[in-house]
């Protein structure tokens, strides 16, 4: 599974990564923004997650080579009961600190996992799990409360931290300088410039041929990832433009990585009772769907590199996919006339928040969004908020009422209808009968009663519109030309299993 790597010794290993200037044996990467934790569990946001799992590993990946749920800490996992389920560890693995990777490790990660209070952002997921319990040291048995059809994906989300390292220093102080099993450990952190890390040298699988460390860099700047990834400072640079692929892909230097994204971008219409404002009106939040011109925005912003969401949230190819659904099409005309039937003749001023340097072109399609409701006489107040902020009000809803957006959970319609439940912190709408079918999908076995709950569920969201459906696109990456075998996940995370760099 992992790769061969020539070795070199720990104090080496470390000066590289102490001497920051890139090497040709250190990766430099540069992503939108600063991580908040490096604890893998305490975030959803692929930036964070893509940094704290260099060092600290789940049970079992989620491998975008070959799209299947692979062996990690764990070496596989069978079924005792629909809602008991046997997790084989691997022998011999430790922590970087010299703690036992072992049943009490992870059953000690789990009871964590499972505790809304500590891992809020895993909350949805979480909820399947009733609990874990030690059978050997190298056997625990979890239980469900229910049968749970995304459970391998459900598995691959439970990130592994030793005991005693975690309970000296608690949850917070955890996040900022955590203990893995990982290829990689930490070294330093300068807040908002660099996080460094060097090669783990006793990991328990195969290093990563040719890289002795990694730097990760903050870079909301689209034009500065690009400049720095031209002329050699980063290896790595995410979430590019597609107006730069022109300009790149006859570097002989650089590759460019397309990847097909999980990501559904989105404006948030909070129809929720604590958020007072037109939006409360079904037929404004239609109204706003009719006043968007999303293949403009296609066109004009991604060079039609994007695929409109035909009016859901499910993705052609997943489960759930409703055929019979089209976008609201353009018609301003037809906004106009339902603000006036919903009380609003002359429109109305909204808030409009939108992350600037979270999301490739964040800024551009957030204005391109307040042009077109200003041609309905709806006047958006524009707040643009760095991406750290951004997702500390997307998680407490302080968004609200209007907010531009990219949600990518994991690859099952579970998770993704997870995200408009009423009691999830993301949602911008209470609905019971959305709740009630999000529920018994994630609870269905039999494939096409499932397919059709979240159909139904589909068609419901459509017409009550809790959002402008805007469009999910295509993720690029870029890289130095010497890493081979690089491929992130349609989430927006990226590994460094089984990678190579050098000539």
Same mark, same amino acid.
């Given at each position: 599974?992992?790769?061969?790597?020539?070795?070199?010794?720990?104090?080496?290993?470390?000066?590289?990564?102490?001497?920051?200037?890139?090497?040709?044996?250190?990766?430099?990467?540069?992503?939108?923004?600063?991580?908040?934790?490096?604890?893998?569990?305490?975030?959803?946001?692929?930036?964070?997650?893509?940094?704290?799992?260099?060092?600290?590993?789940?049970?079992?990946?989620?491998?975008?080579?070959?799209?299947?749920?692979?062996?990690?800490?764990?070496?596989?996992?069978?079924?005792?009961?629909?809602?008991?389920?046997?997790?084989?560890?691997?022998?011999?693995?430790?922590?970087?600190?010299?703690?036992?990777?072992?049943?009490?490790?992870?059953?000690?990660?789990?009871?964590?996992?499972?505790?809304?209070?500590?891992?809020?952002?895993?909350?949805?997921?979480?909820?399947?799990?009733?609990?874990?319990?030690?059978?050997?040291?190298?056997?625990?048995?979890?239980?469900?409360?229910?049968?749970?059809?995304?459970?391998?994906?459900?598995?691959?989300?439970?990130?592994?931290?030793?005991?005693?390292?975690?309970?000296?220093?608690?949850?917070?102080?955890?996040?900022?300088?955590?203990?893995?099993?990982?290829?990689?450990?930490?070294?330093?952190?300068?807040?908002?410039?660099?996080?460094?890390?060097?090669?783990?040298?006793?990991?328990?699988?195969?290093?990563?041929?040719?890289?002795?460390?990694?730097?990760?860099?903050?870079?909301?700047?689209?034009?500065?990832?690009?400049?720095?990834?031209?002329?050699?400072?980063?290896?790595?640079?995410?979430?590019?433009?597609?107006?730069?692929? $022109?300009?790149?892909?006859?570097?002989?230097?650089?590759?460019?990585?397309?990847?097909?994204?999980?990501?559904?971008?989105?404006?948030?219409?909070?129809?929720?009772?604590?958020?007072?404002? $037109?939006?409360?009106?079904?037929?404004?939040?239609?109204?706003?769907?009719?006043?968007?011109?999303?293949?403009?925005?296609?066109?004009?912003?991604?060079?039609?590199?994007?695929?409109?969401?035909?009016?859901?949230?499910?993705?052609?190819?997943?489960?759930?996919?409703?055929?019979?659904?089209?976008?609201?099409?353009?018609?301003?005309?037809?906004?106009?006339?339902?603000?006036?039937?919903?009380?609003?003749?002359?429109?109305?001023?909204?808030?409009?928040?939108?992350?600037?340097?979270?999301?490739?072109?964040?800024?551009?399609?957030?204005?391109?969004?307040?042009?077109?409701?200003?041609?309905?006489?709806?006047?958006?107040?524009?707040?643009?908020?760095?991406?750290?902020?951004?997702?500390?009000?997307?998680?407490?809803?302080?968004?609200?009422?209007?907010?531009?957006?990219?949600?990518?959970?994991?690859?099952?319609?579970?998770?993704?209808?997870?995200?408009?439940?009423?009691?999830?912190?993301?949602?911008?709408?209470?609905?019971?009968?959305?709740?009630?079918?999000?529920?018994?999908?994630?609870?269905?076995?039999?494939?096409?009663?499932?397919?059709?709950?979240?159909?139904?569920?589909?068609?419901?969201?459509?017409?009550?519109?809790?959002?402008?459906?805007?469009?999910?696109?295509?993720?690029?990456?870029?890289?130095?030309?010497?890493?081979?075998?690089?491929?992130?996940?349609?989430?927006?995370?990226?590994?460094?299993?089984?990678?190579?760099?050098?000539?």
């Amino acid at each position: 599974m992992f790769s061969k790597m020539r070795r070199v010794t720990a104090a080496a290993a470390l000066l590289a990564a102490l001497a920051l200037p890139a090497s040709a044996d250190t990766l430099t990467i540069a992503q939108n923004f600063d991580p908040q934790t490096l604890w893998p569990n305490g975030t959803t946001a692929s930036d964070n997650l893509n940094a704290g799992s260099a060092m600290v590993e789940s049970l079992f990946w989620q491998d975008p080579r070959v799209n299947e749920i692979r062996p990690l800490l764990a070496t596989g996992f069978e079924m005792e009961s629909p809602t008991s389920v046997i997790v084989k560890l691997r022998e011999g693995i430790t922590f970087t600190n010299g703690e036992p990777m072992n049943a009490d490790a992870v059953v000690h990660s789990v009871n964590i996992f499972i505790d809304k209070e500590q891992t809020p952002a895993y909350a949805q997921v979480a909820q399947a799990f009733s609990g874990a319990e030690k059978v050997d040291d190298l056997t625990v048995r979890i239980t469900l409360h229910d049968s749970y059809p995304p459970l391998a994906l459900a598995l691959s989300q439970i990130y592994v931290v030793p005991p005693n390292y975690w309970n000296e220093m608690g949850l917070e102080a955890y996040g900022q300088k955590p203990v893995g099993t990982g290829p990689f450990k930490f070294v330093e952190w300068v807040r908002d410039d660099k996080l460094v890390m060097e090669r783990n040298e006793d990991y328990w699988g195969d290093l990563p041929e040719g890289i002795d460390g990694l730097i990760w860099r903050p870079v909301p700047d689209d034009a500065a990832r690009v400049a720095g990834l031209t002329t050699g400072e980063y290896q790595v640079a995410k979430d590019l433009p597609v107006t730069a692929i $022109p300009g790149l892909e006859n570097e002989p230097e650089i590759k460019l990585v397309p990847v097909p994204s999980y990501r559904i971008y989105q404006i948030g219409l909070s129809s929720l009772p604590q958020h007072e404002s $037109p939006l409360q009106n079904k037929l404004v939040r239609q109204a706003l769907n009719y006043a968007v011109d999303k293949e403009a925005i296609i066109n004009s912003l991604f060079f039609g590199k994007a695929e409109p969401l035909n009016g859901q949230v499910l993705r052609k190819s997943q489960l759930g996919f409703n055929p019979d659904l089209q976008d609201y099409p353009y018609d301003p005309e037809k906004a106009k006339a339902m603000l006036a039937e919903a009380g609003y003749p002359d429109g109305f001023t909204i808030p409009f928040k939108f992350p600037s340097g979270r999301y490739a072109q964040d800024r551009e399609v957030s204005e391109a969004v307040a042009g077109m409701l200003s041609k309905v006489g709806v006047k958006t107040e524009m707040i643009a908020l760095e991406p750290g902020e951004f997702l500390r009000q997307l998680r407490s809803k302080e968004l609200a009422p209007m907010y531009f957006v990219g949600l990518a959970p994991q690859d099952d319609p579970a998770f993704q209808a997870s995200q408009y439940v009423s009691t999830w912190r993301y949602t911008p709408i209470a609905n019971e009968e959305i709740d009630a079918l999000a529920e018994a999908g994630a609870k269905e076995m039999d494939v096409e009663k499932r397919r059709k709950i979240y159909q139904d569920m589909m068609a419901l969201m459509h017409e009550e519109a809790p959002i402008i459906f805007l469009y999910d696109g295509i993720d690029v990456y870029g890289t130095d030309a010497r890493l081979q075998n690089f491929l992130p996940r349609g989430d927006g995370r990226m590994f460094f299993y089984d990678v190579s760099y050098g000539q």
